[in-house]
């Protein structure tokens, strides 16, 4: 995604909290969608991702758009003990916490980096809303619903953090091709191709795939992600 991009609302809210001498640590920063525009707004960037693919698309991307004061460190969040934890102004995790079973470790090593501000950008279901489509038909019973924003503003207040969150729309996905849609489903619904289940699948995704401007949905409405902010204890 284009670094310097002005029409991403989550963005443009995290934006709103860099000062331009921040250090921001982004845990789980995938390919640098909001690390490298940060990058752009902040003294520096430390993106933390366990993926080696995922940091070298980084390093590409950012050496393309001329950005350089990107860190990154290849762990998974919360880094061992004897590599030390990062300490920066603001830490951010976007994306990242619906499926961490052991979620209060993760956030006491979050608040534990961050001299000013954490931060946590979460949708108001998690982000698979293509196979929650598709799931009973396909797997014969109900999709269990993974944490999202709800239960972590909760979970932060149980925690006695007082949050400020700002909501934005999400704009469903759209793909260039049906083909590209459907294997967007195969994928969140952990099918193989070819298979019963998939054929099933491409019968079904074609009676509900909407087509608009040459771009194909799978997701009929926009839906809300929430970008939450909470100063650490």
């Not at 590599?83 to 956030?107: Q, R, S």
């Not at 501000?117 to 979460?122: E, P, S, Y």
């Amino acid at each position: 995604m284009d670094p310097r991009r002005t029409d991403d609302p989550t963005l443009n809210a995290l934006l709103s909290l860099a000062r331009p001498n921040d250090t921001w640590l982004d845990v789980g920063a995938g390919g640098g969608r909001y690390a490298l525009p940060l990058a752009l707004a902040v003294r520096e960037v430390v993106a933390v991702d366990p993926s080696p693919a995922m940091l070298s698309l980084l390093r590409e991307d950012a050496a393309a758009a001329g950005i350089g004061n990107v860190r990154d460190i290849e762990s998974r969040w919360p880094l061992p003990v004897d590599a030390g934890t990062p300490t920066a102004d603001v830490a951010l995790m976007a994306h990242v916490g619906y499926d961490i079973a052991e979620i209060g470790p993760f956030l006491d090593a979050l608040e534990s980096s961050a001299r000013r501000l954490c931060v946590a950008v979460m949708g108001e279901s998690a982000m698979a809303a293509v196979a929650t489509l598709f799931w009973k038909d396909i797997h014969g019973e109900p999709r269990v619903r993974l944490p999202a924003l709800p239960e972590f503003v909760t979970l932060l207040f149980a925690r006695g953090r007082l949050s400020q969150i700002t909501l934005v729309d999400r704009t469903p996905h759209t793909f260039g091709s049906m083909d590209a849609a459907i294997a967007m489903a195969r994928r969140q619904l952990w099918l193989r191709t070819g298979s019963a289940n998939d054929q099933k699948l491409e019968a079904l995704a074609r009676e509900v795939v909407m087509e608009r401007a040459g771009r194909f949905a799978l997701e009929s409405g926009p839906a809300k992600i929430g970008v939450v902010s909470w100063s650490p204890r």
